[in-house]
T-cell receptor, first 115, second 114 residues
């Protein structure tokens, strides 16, 4: 069974500071990994994904993540936080099976950006 | 183009009543997923459709929950005899296919059972 652990349910950074949101996964097969962002009262928006190939993945809004198989990690980073980045972030893993590509989500990290 | 749409956006119902939640996926997307987001359980998978078939119903929490998809498009999630623990945001997502493609989420239906 696959699972996702997000360390830190709340993270606070200053505007302009580095954003680092942690995600560790477990999967019995090579995983597909995703980061989604959710703004208040909205659905989930994909930030980036890793399926195969290059382990450093760049996404929208200046975010990137690196797949590290040896550490079973897929941490999300952004060099300089902006006020508009304040939202909840979810890491997710999926395994392609006969049952489709269902996502298993972490518990989410609420990012607060302070002036 | 149009994204995934869901209706209603909010639903308040009395305990014991039945509710139907609707999802309109992106045109051409063959895969459709339902998830539930609640304070206690986080984001949970409910059911997956490929076309009109549901190969994976493993996330449905009880037999009060059912879903169907018609014409390879619209899907309806039905909850019978609603309970307070059913209160949550129900999210629908669609994708081109099952392999690796990102899922596009709708805005969700917020269900409140009183």
């Amino acid at each position: 069974a696959q699972s996702v652990t997000q360390l830190g349910s709340h993270v606070s950074v200053s505007e302009g500071a580095l954003v680092l949101l942690r995600c560790n996964y477990s999967s019995s097969v090579p995983p597909y990994l995703f980061w989604y962002v959710q703004y208040p009262n909205q659905g989930l928006q994909l930030l980036l994904k890793y399926t195969t190939g290059a382990t450093l993945v760049k996404g929208i809004n200046g975010f990137e993540a690196e797949f590290k198989k040896s550490e079973t990690s897929f941490h999300l980073t952004k060099p300089s936080a902006h006020m508009s980045d304040a939202a909840e972030y979810f890491c997710a893993v999926s395994e392609l099976t006969g049952g489709g590509n269902k996502l298993t989500f972490g518990t989410g990290t609420q990012l607060k950006v302070e002036l | 183009g149009a994204g995934v749409s869901q209706s209603p956006s909010n639903k308040v119902t009395e305990k014991g009543k039945d509710v139907e939640l609707r999802c309109d996926p992106i045109s051409g997307h063959t895969a459709l997923y339902w998830y539930r987001q609640s304070l206690g359980q986080g984001l949970e998978f409910l059911i997956y459709f490929q076309g009109n078939s549901a190969p994976d119903k493993s996330g449905l929490p009880s037999d009060r929950f059912s879903a169907e998809r018609t014409g390879g498009s619209v899907s309806t999630l039905t909850i019978q005899r609603t309970q307070q623990e059913d209160s949550a945001v129900y999210l629908c997502a669609s994708s081109f296919s099952q392999g690796g493609y990102e899922q596009y989420f709708g805005p969700g239906t917020r269900l409140t059972v009183t």
